[in-house]
């Protein structure tokens, strides 16, 4: 079984301040993790991916996370929020085959 | 590459009708899975086809059915619909790798009234 916990519901931050939605999760096997954005209306987007290669992934938009096994954690972070970064946000987590498990989603405000 | 393309975009119905929506894969993707989003449940997986063959099944009742095309298209179909089948439904499409990530479409945003 797995699951993902994010741990915010909303996170609200000025335009040009640090971003940290966070995301933890439970799995049987060795994961596959991924981010995703939702703008309103839209489907989801792909901001990055970890398949047990590098701990630190890079996505688009100048966002990265950090895999920590130690910590079952896969936290999204940006230097520098932008107003266009306000959207929702979905930490999933594959585990077994075809098995994919939605965040319940953290809704990022950011105010100029 | 065309992305994911789900039609209609918008879809109003009553109580007791049936509705079909559509979904065209990322060219060259075989799989295709289906979800559900509303607001208080989140996103709910409903199903995923390969290849014409539905491979997983979320926990839904027998009135949501799919299928899949020789082309990889798919459809989703909800029969009898009730006012709690509103909500926001998205395809998603992967290529053959099985870290492969998915690709989503706009959805299709069903209201039941």
């Known amino acids: 079984a797995q699951s993902v916990t994010q741990l915010d519901s909303h996170v609200s931050v000025s335009e040009g301040t640090p971003v940290l939605l966070r995301c933890n999760y439970s799995s049987s096997y060795s994961p596959s993790l991924f981010w995703y954005v939702q703008h309103p209306n839209k489907g989801l987007q792909l901001l990055l991916k970890?398949?047990?290669?590098?701990?630190l992934v890079k996505g688009i938009n100048g966002f990265e996370a950090e895999f920590k096994k130690s910590e079952t954690s896969f936290h999204l972070t940006k230097p520098s929020a932008h107003m266009s970064d306000a959207a929702e946000y979905f930490c999933?987590?594959?585990?077994?085959?075809?098995?994919?498990?939605f965040g319940k989603g953290t809704m990022l405000l950011v105010s100029p | 590459k065309a992305g994911v393309t789900q039609t209609p975009r918008y879809l109003i119905k009553t109580r007791g009708q049936q509705v079909t929506l559509s979904c065209s894969p990322i060219s060259g993707h075989r799989s295709v899975s289906w979800y559900q989003q509303t607001p208080g449940q989140g996103l709910q997986f409903l199903f995923e086809y390969f290849s014409e063959t539905q491979r997983n099944k979320g926990n839904f009742p027998g009135r949501f059915s799919g299928r899949q095309f020789s082309n990889s298209r798919s459809e989703m179909n909800v029969s009898t619909l009730e006012l709690g089948d509103s909500a926001l439904y998205l395809c998603?499409?992967?290529?053959?790798?099985?870290?492969?990530?998915?690709?989503f479409g706009n959805g299709t945003r069903l209201t039941v009234t």
């Open positions: 998603a499409s992967r290529g053959v790798r099985e870290d492969s990530p998915l690709h």
């Open positions: 999933v987590v594959r585990g077994g085959y075809s098995t994919l498990t």
């Open positions: 970890y398949t047990s290669a590098a701990t």
